[in-house]
Nanobody
Framework: QVQLVESGGGKVQVGGSLRLSCAAN????????MDWFRQSPGKEREFVAA????????YYEDSVKGRFTISKNRARTTVYLQMNGLKPEDTALYYC??????????????????WGKGTLVTVSS
C-alpha cells in the first residue's frame, strides 16, 4: 500500500510562492505517474499538474501554466509542486495522487490509485 503525504501548504499573500512536497512512506515513486489536484469549498476536485514516471514529461491545467512547476527529485521519492505568482483563486486543499495504470499522463481523478490527505494553501489579497 502506498501512503502519500503532502506538506508545504500555508498562508501566503497574492504574488507569493510556495513549494508543496509529496512523499510515499519511504518508497520510490518511479513506478507511478504523479498528479496534483486541488479542491476549493463547494467545487469539484480539479486537475492541476502531472508528471511522467521518469519525470521527462509534464502537463498543466491552463490556469497554472507558467506559474506552477511539477518535478520529481532524482531518487524519485518525492514529487514537488513549485507555485509562483499565487492568486486568491489558487486557494484550495491540494492533493497528490499516484497513477499506476495509465499509459500516458491522466488528468482524471478516477484514474488515480493512491491519494494523500491534502495540504491547505490559502492566498490572501
Amino acid at each position: 500500500q502506498v501512503q502519500l503525504v503532502e506538506s508545504g501548504g500555508g498562508k501566503v499573500q497574492v504574488g507569493g510562492s510556495l513549494r508543496l512536497s509529496c512523499a510515499a512512506n519511504g518508497r520510490t515513486l518511479g513506478s507511478y505517474t504523479m498528479d496534483w489536484f486541488r479542491q476549493s469549498p463547494g467545487k469539484e476536485r480539479e486537475f492541476v499538474a502531472a508528471i511522467s514516471r521518469r519525470g521527462e514529461f509534464t502537463y498543466y491545467e491552463d490556469s497554472v501554466k507558467g506559474r506552477f512547476t511539477i518535478s520529481k527529485n532524482r531518487a524519485r521519492t518525492t514529487v514537488y509542486l513549485q507555485m509562483n505568482g499565487l492568486k486568491p483563486e489558487d486557494t484550495a486543499l491540494y492533493y497528490c495522487a499516484a497513477d499506476a495504470s495509465s499509459v500516458g499522463l491522466s488528468t482524471n481523478p478516477d484514474d488515480m490509485d493512491y491519494w494523500g490527505k491534502g495540504t491547505l494553501v490559502t492566498v490572501s489579497s
